[in-house]
């Protein structure tokens, strides 16, 4: 059974940091892709990271040179370091997963496992 737990959300005014973490089970060699996603108030749920199982990682344009996607096979948990904030950032975040990317690619919005989300708030 898959299990993704978030973790780290809070309210941090423009400008702060904030560090995602997703807590993984089975372990995160077991999965071929992973991935950040955000859902701001009244719009869709939009990609902000992949990471595949060689530790390459693609960002969405407005993330990056701001946000950094990492993993910690030890700890078995995803982590997503997010600098210099933007009230534009606001959203909920959601971790994802798959074994085998279910459309070849890792940077896709299909993914199987999801997590239930943690909030962010960035207050301008």
């Known amino acids: 059974q898959v299990q993704l737990v978030e973790s780290g959300g809070d309210s941090v005014q423009a400008g702060g940091s904030l560090r995602l973490s997703c807590a993984a089970s089975p372990g995160l060699r077991n999965f071929q892709c992973m991935a950040w996603f955000r859902q701001p108030p009244g719009k869709e749920r939009e990609v902000v990271a992949t990471i595949d199982s060689d530790d390459y990682t693609i960002y969405a344009d407005s993330v990056k040179g701001r946000f950094s996607a990492s993993k910690d096979n030890v700890e078995n948990t995803l982590y997503l370091q997010m600098n210099n904030l933007k009230f534009e950032d606001t959203a909920m975040y959601f971790c994802?997963?798959?074994?085998?990317?279910?459309?070849?690619?890792?940077?896709?919005?299909?993914?199987?496992?999801w997590g239930q989300g943690t909030q962010v708030t960035v207050s301008s």
């Open positions: 994802a997963a798959d074994f085998v990317p279910l459309g070849g690619y890792c940077y896709s919005k299909d993914y199987t496992f």
